[in-house]
């Protein structure tokens, strides 16, 4: 065998394993979280992340570095204070039902929720159709910024259950929120290879805004990503890049936000609408953190 070929397939075989091996730590943390809310009454529901990983060719393929739970929006203020109580050894996002990722409620998605293995523990994620739906809109809610994260959106579909319900899965959402889920998978069809000739949609998936490819390649090309600014409060340099970046929102985001339509109409009025929300959000974050110091 050419020695390139071998070089090439164990530094594959090495990097698959330590994958592998942090995957399976992971998996064990999910475990132990999951025990300890089952163990204080609660009943939350797994998304994105370890969820995500579960239709990929291989779990280990999709690292995740924290574990987010759809927790009931009556007991959520209960859920976050028995966090904030616990030490966990690993992050832990909770959400008030779905807030922004759906608009299906809480109570709809539990009860069509499923039931799965994580090592010896039962895990209840979404059903694939809702999951899908919050994959992509989680996706382009952070701009379509991580190119790498739109595979979850392409395993989703090209490994979705034979009887999958386009139905339930983009119906059951209002027309805006259809054609996010749309074109999202439209955008996985044309920079991954997505077959989606199957799907009920596949015309409508490939034409996708001509802003919204923009959007989406000018954020693969930049070297800034955005950042929670409590982060970069005390670092000058990092600070200016992170306001300067939402000083011209990202058109994505802008949409997403305002619930607007993906058509072919500029962005201009969502993005100037939303750059003053998220203005009005920052003074306060800002104001709140430095009372703190």
Not at 138 to 165: I, Q, S, T
């Amino acid at each position: 065998m050419n020695s390139k070929i071998t070089e090439n397939f164990s530094r594959t075989a090495i990097e698959d394993g330590f994958n592998i091996v942090h995957y399976k730590v992971k998996e064990q943390h999910l475990e132990r979280i999951w025990t300890r809310f089952e163990k204080a009454g609660f009943e939350p529901v797994l998304i994105k992340g370890w969820a995500a990983a579960q239709v990929y060719p291989e779990p280990f393929q999709r690292q995740f570095t924290d574990i987010d739970l759809l927790i009931a929006p009556s007991r959520f203020d209960e859920a976050l204070k028995f966090l904030e109580n616990t030490k966990q050894e690993f992050p832990v996002d909770l959400h008030k039902g779905a807030r922004h990722l759906d608009s299906v409620a809480f109570e709809n998605l539990f009860a069509n929720s499923r039931i799965i293995k994580c090592g010896t523990t039962n895990i209840r994620v979404l059903r694939p159709e809702d999951h899908l739906r919050v994959l992509c809109i989680h996706w382009l809610n952070d701009g379509g910024a991580d190119r790498e994260r739109l595979w979850d959106v392409y395993y989703a579909v090209a490994n979705r259950p034979k009887d999958f319900d386009w139905q339930r899965c983009l119906e059951i959402v209002s027309p805006e929120r259809r054609r996010w889920i749309v074109c999202a998978i439209g955008l996985a069809h044309k920079y991954l290879g997505l077959n989606i000739e199957n799907t009920p949609f596949a015309t409508e998936a490939k034409t996708i805004p001509e802003w919204l490819i923009k959007a989406v390649e000018n954020e693969w090309r930049s070297d800034v990503r955005l950042t929670d600014l409590r982060f970069v409060l005390r670092n000058r340099e990092e600070l200016f890049k992170q306001i300067k970046k939402r000083i011209k929102p990202n058109p994505i985001q802008a949409t997403i936000e305002l619930e607007g339509d993906f058509d072919d109409a500029p962005r201009f009025t969502y993005q100037i609408r939303n750059f003053f929300v998220r203005l009005k959000t920052l003074v306060k974050k800002i104001g709140k953190n430095l009372s703190k110091s």
